[in-house]
């Protein structure tokens, strides 16, 4: 009887040891725009947003390798990045407040989720730590709205008078010439 309760009592230790050890698989599938989250804690499916298109999302497995309550990005403005999960350079796992963009490429090529999944994934890896992995394509969606206009060469021309360049204020016959505002306007032109 004493061995049995030695040996179940092993048995359980090194079972919590092996969960304790345990990380928590992140899968992000580009083409769906989803997030599949296996943990000691769970299964999880939330919609994500990825790079928009002109951005990319890395492609392929990683560790988190940093991972901040809140993070302002001084690339984007100073944009609120809560519950960072830092995987690949300036790359992250992040909450966003456009959650109404979930669902479809919207971002600049971190991954995006809505705060509160945000906040049980940080917690969830903070517990157990995590691997990522990332796969598939973006949607076929996505690359339309890559495929805008071109901007009309007459247009362009119209706003050029000439002096080889696109006016990126307003055109020179409105700007008082010798002024600050017309100096910023067109810094290129003779200030008199």
């Not at 092993?10 to 083409?31: E, V």
């Not at 999302?57 to 390798?65: D, E, I, K, L, Q």
């Not at 919207?106 to 890896?125: D, M």
Request: one cysteine or more.
């Amino acid at each position: 009887m004493r061995f049995k309760l030695v040996f179940f009592v092993l048995a359980a230790l090194f079972a919590s040891l092996g969960a304790a050890h345990a990380t928590a698989n992140i899968h992000i599938d580009l083409s769906t725009q989803t997030m599949r989250v296996e943990s000691g804690a769970g299964s999880y499916v939330w919609p994500v947003s990825t790079a928009r298109a002109g951005y990319y999302t890395p492609r392929g497995s990683y560790a988190p390798t940093g991972m901040q309550l809140m993070h302002y990005s001084r690339k984007y403005h100073m944009s609120p990045m809560p519950y960072s999960i830092f995987f690949r350079g300036g790359y992250a796992i992040h909450g966003t407040y456009a959650t109404g963009a979930l669902g479809r490429p919207a971002s600049h090529g971190c991954v995006r989720l809505s705060p509160g999944n945000a906040k049980r994934l940080y917690e969830i890896v903070q517990a157990e730590g995590g691997s990522i992995s990332i796969t598939g394509a973006p949607p076929a969606r996505a690359t339309r709205y890559a495929k805008t206009q071109r901007p009309n060469a007459a247009r362009y021309a119209s706003l050029r008078h000439g002096h080889g360049h696109a006016l990126a204020y307003a055109p020179l016959r409105h700007l008082p010439r010798g002024t600050v505002r017309g100096w910023q306007a067109h810094p290129m032109l003779p200030f008199y």
